[in-house]
């Protein structure tokens, strides 16, 4: 146990000013915290990617970054993705194609692609699926994933 | 005017969806209340010993540490009891909740620790000190078998089932085929971990449970029954479930120690696994040696088959009790006609999480078995192995087709099936001659690439019953209420289609309430791929009353006859032309309740089957296999949305794969595990999947519900590690080089090293 610390998370546009330790993660500070519990935490040790969210721009795993490294930084969950009643054009396309069943890894995936895609509009498809590689999903086999994936962003690029 | 609508068969999208990709779900580590304690297991880190002592001054002494528990405080509580399969003489074995005198696993649960924060509670369940004094450990379940206690031996109980004269037919062999194979330890590992969150409201003498799952309403009678309350003074809830797949929502010890120190604290008490916990203490599974021998006539026709197999079930016996054999001794047989039949399964302890079920138990092994049974025979006749099939195959003239013995409370009667029609079906589709012959090219120019091919019959929609009550609400919408749960599978979208086609309104509108105990009074939950098939046929009976009900009410509205209503699209209207109408909102406005209910029972499950196709490429130098093409052909009889049913398929056929190549518990000599981590424990991602071609048929309805339903959770992963070893096989040339599942890249090495020995 150490003496906590304030941190502010901007999460979706929201400052969120809180008390942590230093060695709280930003996964369960996002969650915990600032109550936003659509981020998931499936292993805790950076593998199944359930806690993926956008930091800076980056997609990141939570659980594997402190909450006090994310001071002042911008983070984007899933609660940020859609526009009102709006879908995100990655939701819509996850919906359309059955690219989740349980639900639980689906945060992660969208965070994940939705980075990636913002960052790399015309990322081949072969580096798409080494990123899409990189979560996973135990109820799918990935490949709706992989198709909702693909959908939206040719989506994105158009739009 | 407009016409009814048909949402039977149509693939829809799911109304489970939108809160799930908005962050909207409410899974168990999202459920906190007001003032809660966590809870965090001090687990065994001895395979087998003695507890000398435990001692927990270090951790009662920090600051928000506010008990810890061992055996002593739960001493007055039962072993968890058997919910399917329960043998009398599997009882001595059960696991106590906190380890009482000895620990037979790394993980098991020795201590409870409390305490008001999450971190601070694993602070504290680290400083508290167990001295196990260790015992020799038994890790191999063929093994001779060691002690469990003073009294009992590690073989728990034999399962034997047999029809036919097994003696006689072999006697009567032209020739006698042998194999001796294994199935690894795999498991269902969902990505949401386990968690419960007990609460007791003293107010209303209630305990809750939330973070249920699978079976709640067993759950609700059984902790109920252990903790001295009526049924009613306990209610479970079941929010969003993170993958289910056999192994979560069974009741373990973590779910009966909330309970309990929600009672004695009065605090919420939240437990959620991590995942380190989850790898070594929620069910293994699939662990087994068949030692199996096939007695042939010169034609490749089977006369009998003979089975001694050995079923690894770890530390203890859990609530599945004799399930995972049971299944593997009854459904060994498949598809094929087997004159004479024995099996003889060892239920054996051995000093390894206990296990449970894992989607298709015991069908994943024994399909593995059999289909490399029918490969061998191939071999060794010199017969192709798709034609020894052929000639083995049960006719569909001989359905229904008992096999002669039960399992889990049922007799094992095949309902419908025409199996050589899918097989020839799957066989055009793949292009097999072609894909044989491609292979074959390709070998001859020194790639190591094969096909394999693998059939299997699943088992579906187990009942006894299963309840559904449908109200209109005051907004015109419609609640189903049931008894079933949803582990992610589709059942909310699956049940509104059958609903809203019957009633006449839209599935969207119907809200489907589920894994609530105190919504309904009883309920079987999910599991045995059975929710569609049972609940199905309930939600379909019950929205015939509620629509007969609904239309009589209108009829006195309209003044026009019943049966010269209809309803569209949440209306009542008029047959055939124009007239008054009235939408189901304005009906529940008027007096009276309009609900109905409904009850299917059902003694006899349904027997979906199907067929895969894998071509693979080796590596000769990582010992890597990378599938080229895969192919499934299922029939569910009637799918209710072929997208959500590809999907089911999908997700087996990645976890059958798994199971396949990449996922095992392995244990040290010493009993500890070894795949402890995501690391370590290889799930397949995105790169390992191959693109899968499904062929989903509907060739044989259930004649055992009016739509035909069989239950399509299980046939995506059952044949897989047998399609697998199959064109492993033929990718080396070598019948019968596969005999251990999961064929990582290490034991293919091992057999390439053994090749390329003279």
Same mark, same amino acid.
């Given at each position: ?159 | ?48 010993? @003695?507890? !000398?002592?435990?001692?927990? /001054?270090?951790? %009662?002494?920090?600051? *928000?540490?506010?008990? $810890?528990?061992?055996? &002593? ?123 419960? @969150?007990? !609460?007791?409201?003293?107010? /209303?003498?209630? %305990?809750?449970?939330? *973070?249920?799952?699978? $079976?709640?309403?067993? &759950? ?159 071999a ?62 390709r070998r001859a120019n020194g790639e190591t690439v094969g ?165 693979l490429k080796l590596d000769r130098e990582t010992g890597a296999a990378v ?98 070893a199959?064109a492993i096989d033929d990718a080396l040339q070598c019948p019968g080089a596969v005999t251990q599942?999961?064929i990582t890249p290490q034991r293919l090495k091992a057999i390439l090293g053994n090749l390329a020995r003279p």
């Open positions: 146990m150490s003496e906590s610390m304030p941190v502010t998370l901007n999460i979706n546009g929201r400052d969120y000013t809180i008390a942590v330790e230093a060695r709280r993660t930003l996964a369960d500070a996002i969650r915990e915290d600032c109550g936003q519990t659509g981020t998931h935490i499936g292993c805790e040790h950076g593998i199944c990617g359930a806690c993926t969210v956008i930091v800076d721009g980056e997609p990141v795993r939570s659980c594997l970054m402190f909450a006090v490294q994310a001071d002042g930084k911008k983070i984007r969950t899933v609660e940020g993705l859609a526009d009102g009643d709006k879908l995100h054009p990655m939701q819509q396309a996850f919906m359309d194609n059955h690219g989740l069943q349980c639900g639980f890894c689906t945060p992660g995936f969208l965070m994940l692609a939705v980075g990636v895609l913002e960052r790399e509009r015309d990322i081949s498809d072969e580096d798409l699926m080494d990123v899409l590689a990189s979560n996973l999903c135990r109820c799918t086999g990935y490949q709706n994933i992989v198709k909702a994936v693909r959908a939206a962003a040719k989506e994105m690029r158009s739009g | 005017m407009t016409t009814k609508r048909k949402f039977v068969g149509r693939s829809v999208p799911r109304i489970e969806d939108r809160p799930l990709l908005t962050g909207q779900g409410r899974y168990a580590a999202d459920i906190s209340f007001p003032g809660q304690w966590h809870m965090r297991i001090v687990r065994s880190h001895g395979a087998h010993g @003695i507890i !000398r002592a435990i001692d927990a /001054k270090a951790a %009662l002494a920090l600051p *928000g540490v506010h008990a $810890v528990w061992t055996h &002593n405080e739960v001493a007055h509580l039962p072993p968890i009891g058997f919910r399917l399969t329960g043998l009398v003489a599997l009882e001595p074995y059960r696991q106590t909740i906190l380890a009482q005198r000895y620990v037979r696993y790394v993980g098991e649960p020795v201590a409870a620790v409390f305490a008001a924060d999450a971190y601070l509670v694993e602070d504290a369940a680290e400083l508290v000190a167990l001295d196990i004094e260790p015992l020799p450990v038994v890790l191999d379940a063929a093994e001779r078998p060691g002690p469990f206690d003073a009294e009992r031996s590690t073989e728990a109980s034999i399962i034997e089932k047999s029809s036919g004269d097994i003696d006689a037919a072999f006697r009567a062999a032209h020739t006698v085929v042998e194999l001796d194979l294994a199935i690894g330890r795999h498991s269902g590992v969902p990505l949401e971990t386990r968690g419960a @969150i007990a !609460r007791y409201d003293e107010t /209303k003498d209630v %305990l809750e449970m939330h *973070g249920a799952a699978k $079976v709640p309403h067993w &759950n609700r009678d059984r902790l109920a029954l252990m903790l001295g309350r009526e049924p009613g003074k306990v209610q479970l809830y079941e929010g969003h479930v993170g993958g289910g797949f056999g192994i979560r929502g069974e009741l373990y010890p973590e779910d009966v120690l909330v309970c309990a120190a929600a009672l004695a604290f009065k605090k919420p008490i939240k437990w959620i696994e991590d995942r380190r916990e989850h790898l070594i203490a929620a069910n293994h599974s699939r662990q087994q040696r068949h030692k199996v021998r096939a007695a042939i006539d010169a034609e490749g026709h089977i006369l009998g088959i003979d089975n001694e197999f050995f079923h690894d079930n770890g530390a203890y016996m859990r609530t599945h009790a004799a399930t995972v054999p049971d299944l593997a001794a009854a459904m060994l047989p498949g598809p094929y006609r087997v004159p004479a039949y024995r099996a003889r399964g060892h239920i054996r302890l051995t000093n390894k999480t206990p296990c449970g079920t894992y989607r298709s138990p015991g069908r994943y092994e024994t399909t593995f078995v059999r289909e490399r049974l029918i490969d061998a025979i191939a060794k006749t010199g017969i192709d192995a798709i034609e020894i099939r052929r000639r083995n195959l049960i006719d569909k003239s001989a359905m229904p087709y008992s096999l002669g013995f039960g399992t889990l409370g049922t007799d094992i009667i095949y309902d419908s099936g025409d199996y050589a029609r899918l097989m020839e079906r799957l066989l055009t589709a793949a292009d097999w001659r072609a894909m044989r012959q491609e292979t074959a090219r096909a394999g091919f693998a059939m299997f019959v699943e088992k579906s929609g187990l009942g006894p019953f299963d309840k559904v009550r449908i109200e209109v609400t005051a907004g015109g919408t419609i609640e189903l209420i049931t008894g079933v749960a949803s582990i992610g599978q589709g059942v909310e979208t699956v049940l509104a289609q059958i609903c809203g086609e019957t009633l006449g309104i839209d599935y969207t509108r119907v809200k489907v309430v589920h894994g609530q105990t105190d919504r309904i009074d009883r309920g079987m939950g999910a599991f045995a791929s059975r929710v569609t098939v049972m609940c199905g046929e309930a939600t379909r009976l019950a929205a015939v009353r509620l629509r007969d009900a609904i239309l009589s009410a209108a009829a006195q509205l309209l003044q026009t006859p019943a049966d010269r209503l209809d309803i569209i699209d949440g209306e009542a209207v008029r047959t055939g032309g124009p007239g008054p109408s009235i939408s189901l909102a304005e009906l529940a406005a008027a007096p009276g309740t309009l609900s109905a209910e409904a009850e299917f029972k059902s003694n006899h499950m349904v027997y979906p089957y199907g067929a895969h196709v894998a071509q599938i080229e093409r895969y192919l499934v052909a299922y029939d569910v009889g009637r799918a209710v949305n072929p997208m959500l049913v590809e999907g089911q398929i999908l997700g087996g056929v990645a976890q059958g794969l798994g199971g396949a190549l990449l996922e095992e518990f392995a244990y040290a000599e010493s009993g500890d595990p070894l795949s402890v981590t995501f690391a370590d424990y290889l799930m397949p991602t995105a790169h390992e999947m191959p693109f899968v071609e499904i062929l989903l048929s509907e060739d044989a309805p259930s004649p055992l519900n009016p739509y035909g339903f069989k239950g399509a959770g299980e046939g995506g992963i059952t044949p897989v590690g047998a399609v697998i199959s599942l999961p």
